[in-house]
């Protein structure tokens, strides 16, 4: 053991000259993570700064004063322009609209692999397809669709129309509709990749196909399912051109639409402008951070052979 | 416990021919039951539907006196070990084993109970806690065994399970599945391309080919008394040697005209052989059967000839010896005290009451189904 362990490590002189090896591909990797980091660092910045600070110098000048620094443009954006009602709002439409695609994108995808039923290719093709539709080429008819549909009651709780347009569960609606075909194929691919052998296996053990989906392939799929929460999550965070159009009304507003419209009222206000920025991408940054582990993770080193 | 009844059983894929065709065949309770042939011979799919993983096309599976063709797998009282051992990753070694009695709603204290038998048996105590993936290859398919066994189940199935093991892990496995099979007094259906597999484990073996059963039967008849040369070279290692030639008649009796040699028959073949006089046929002499002359073991009745040696593998315990005459090529297991160098001739005998004879056109054996040779 003691001698495999010196030959790995090897003398002090062989250390030395591997970190010499890589110091270059080190080097020239911090570099690039700064630099790309540098707008990011700079908002972050900028967001704690004075508003007089923020149009008379750079934000780099806020490194060399870090006591000037205040949240006191944190508090004028969340208590004063709405934005803690923004981010409340974009909670409601971001959560269910990732659920409900992760949710039915795994049972279609589960049937797309497993099943057998007659025009399962057809069908999936069919749903491959909508993949290449522009989303900016449905937004007539689909406010057209809502407009003719809408139920005008008040929804309670949440605020708006039970549905139509200025209508969460309309908003969720088309989220998800956004979302499904891009959800189901990542899932149905993952899912086909499983090994069969585990799935009959489990069937001759007396599973279902309700106990093998939540036995397991959701345990199974945990990568491709936390990868595609986060795309789903981030792409509706994210989304301002479906909230514009389907949501109009400020007070069901997320926050991607509020900046903009702070961005018009407010143009050169850049410390508010910041900030508001800042807590729009708090989230997502937690979200990844949550669940980037399972990127990492090969959690099926071991079922099959050795 | 239970037989298991194929009543002209075919599975058709929608391909060229049938996976498996009029599959028919009774396998007694207790029976350790071999399918072998070559990969696409239609055994795993035969395999499969027994376990409720294919439909069958037509015709019937009973297991016991239940006709199973529209019982759920789940609901036939099987157990499956896979070639890949299909172990739940994401599940420690006792979930794994456990899985099919909690769906099942067996008592918890009953399930631990039976997992640590289980266990025991297969001495995977130690590894209980353990995912998959920190098992050896080894580990792994005892785990499947166990998976298997902790639920008692009429028959068990098993698919190619050695085929990823290393070749030592493979024999002491081998030894194990025999002695769980005299343990459990269970029904065994094991599906394997390796005839060393089915001849040492096997009460009694199928050989298929083409979705066709070619032959059942004990290892040593299969051995000894093939119905077609397809069984004769697919069973025996290496396997047996085919001469084309005709059969002759003189004087001194019946012989065998073959290319470069001739092999006189011993006078109780005669009935068999004589109608077959002046017509084709193939000679299947297996290796261990073609004798160094020196070597011979005293009382064989042989036919002598020489032949030139192309290669020989010394083995140890015996010489594996490549030889040629005239155009053919073909194997003697010799005695490893023989000196046989590449490009001598070497004087050879073949126990001549040993030699199988087929039927040119139909590879059919010629004789009767009784033995008309030696058992071994």
């Known amino acids: 053991m003691a001698v495999t362990t010196q030959a790995r490590r090897g003398s002090p002189l062989d250390v030395l000259r591997r970190f010499a090896q890589r110091l270059p591909v080190h080097v020239a990797l911090i570099f690039f993570a700064l630099l790309w980091s540098i707008p990011t660092i700079a908002l972050l910045l900028s967001s704690f700064r004075e508003p007089g600070d923020v149009v008379t110098s750079g934000w780099w000048n806020a490194i060399t004063h870090p006591l000037d620094l205040s949240l006191s443009?944190?508090?004028?954006?969340?208590?004063?322009?709405?934005?803690?009602?923004?981010?409340?709002?974009?909670?409601?439409?971001?959560?269910?609209?990732?659920?409900?695609?992760?949710?039915?994108?795994?049972?279609?995808?589960?049937?797309?692999?497993?099943?057998?039923?007659?025009?399962?290719?057809?069908?999936?093709?069919?749903?491959?397809?909508?993949?290449?539709?522009?989303?900016?080429?449905?937004?007539?008819?689909?406010?057209?669709?809502?407009?003719?549909?809408?139920?005008?009651?008040?929804?309670?709780?949440?605020?708006?129309?039970?549905?139509?347009?200025?209508?969460?569960?309309?908003?969720?609606?088309?989220?998800?509709?956004?979302?499904?075909?891009?959800?189901?194929?990542?899932?149905?691919?993952?899912?086909?990749?499983?090994?069969?052998?585990?799935?009959?296996?489990?069937?001759?053990?007396?599973?279902?196909?309700?106990?093998?989906?939540?036995?397991?392939?959701?345990?199974?799929?945990?990568?491709?399912?936390?990868?595609?929460?986060?795309?789903?999550?981030?792409?509706?965070?994210?989304?301002?051109?479906?909230?514009?159009?389907?949501?109009g009304d400020p007070e069901l507003a997320p926050m991607t639409l509020k900046v903009s419209s702070l961005v018009s009222s407010f143009g050169t206000q850049y410390q508010l402008l910041t900030a508001a920025a800042f807590i729009s991408m708090a989230l997502p940054l937690v979200i990844f951070f949550a669940l980037q582990r399972y990127f990492v993770q090969g959690i099926l080193a071991g079922s099959v052979k050795g | 416990m239970a037989e298991v009844r194929f009543e002209n059983v075919t599975k058709d894929f929608g391909g060229e021919r049938p996976a498996v065709k009029d599959f028919d065949l009774q396998i007694a309770d207790k029976e350790f039951l071999v399918l072998v042939g070559p990969s696409g011979c239609g055994k795993s799919t035969t395999l499969r539907m027994l376990a409720g993983l294919e439909e069958i096309t037509s015709g019937r599976i009973y297991i016991g006196d239940r006709l199973v063709n529209d019982v759920a797998a789940k609901d036939r009282d099987i157990a499956m070990v896979f070639q890949s051992y299909a172990l739940y990753p994401h599940m420690s070694v006792f979930d794994n084993m456990a899985f099919g009695l909690k769906l099942r709603k067996v008592k918890k204290d009953e399930i631990r109970n039976r997992v640590e038998v289980a266990a025991r048996t297969l001495g995977i105590e130690e590894l209980l806690k353990r995912k998959p993936r920190a098992l050896s290859g080894g580990q792994r398919q005892r785990v499947a065994l166990g998976r298997a066994i902790v639920r008692s189940p009429a028959v068990f199935l098993f698919d190619e399970p050695l085929s990823n093991l290393d070749a030592k892990l493979r024999v002491q496995t081998r030894a194990e599945i025999s002695k769980l099979h005299l343990r459990l007094g269970t029904t065994f259906v094991y599906v394997t391309h390796d005839q060393v597999e089915a001849m040492t484990m096997a009460t009694r073996i199928v050989v298929m080919k083409d979705g066709l059963i070619q032959q059942v039967g004990t290892p040593s008849e299969l051995y000894d008394y093939p119905t077609n040369m397809f069984v004769a070279g697919f069973i025996g290692s290496?396997?047996?040697?085919?001469?084309?030639?005709?059969?002759?008649?003189?004087?001194?009796?019946?012989?065998?005209?073959?290319?470069?040699?001739?092999?006189?028959?011993?006078?109780?073949?005669?009935?068999?052989?004589?109608?077959?006089?002046?017509?084709?046929?193939?000679?299947?002499?297996?290796?261990?059967?073609?004798h160094a002359r020196e070597y011979t073991p005293p009382g064989t009745r042989t036919a002598e000839f020489e032949s030139e040696v192309e290669v020989a593998e010394l083995l140890g315990n015996e010489t594996i010896a490549h030889l040629s005459i005239g155009e053919e090529t073909f194997l003697a297991r010799l005695d490893p005290r023989v000196q046989a160098r590449p490009g001598e001739k070497l004087p050879l005998a073949i126990d001549i009451e040993r030699v199988q004879i087929f039927d040119r056109e139909s590879e059919e054996r010629l004789g009767e189904a009784k033995p008309t040779t030696k058992p071994a």
């Open chain 1, 73 to 247: 443009n944190y508090e004028d954006v969340l208590n004063t322009r709405d934005m803690d009602r923004a981010f409340i709002n974009s909670l409601i439409i971001t959560v269910p609209s990732t659920f409900f695609v992760v949710l039915v994108a795994a049972f279609a995808a589960y049937a797309f692999a497993w099943m057998q039923f007659p025009g399962r290719n057809a069908l999936f093709i069919v749903m491959v397809g909508l993949l290449v539709v522009p989303l900016q080429m449905t937004l007539i008819p689909v406010l057209r669709l809502y407009t003719d549909l809408t139920i005008d009651v008040d929804m309670p709780i949440l605020g708006g129309r039970v549905f139509g347009t200025n209508s969460y569960i309309g908003i969720w609606m088309a989220h998800a509709a956004y979302g499904l075909p891009f959800a189901i194929y990542l899932l149905r691919n993952f899912f086909g990749s499983l090994p069969r052998d585990i799935l009959e296996s489990a069937y001759i053990d007396g599973a279902s196909d309700a106990g093998i989906f939540f036995r397991l392939i959701i345990p199974l799929s945990m990568p491709a399912i936390a990868a595609l929460t986060i795309f789903q999550f981030l792409w509706v965070w994210n989304d301002l051109l479906v909230s514009l159009i389907l949501l």
């Open chain 2, 238 to 290: 290496p396997s047996m040697n085919f001469f084309e030639g005709t059969v002759m008649k003189d004087d001194g009796g019946l012989f065998l005209d073959l290319p470069g040699f001739q092999l006189p028959l011993p006078p109780e073949r005669a009935p068999d052989i004589e109608a077959r006089a002046g017509k084709p046929i193939v000679a299947g002499v297996r290796p261990e059967n073609i």
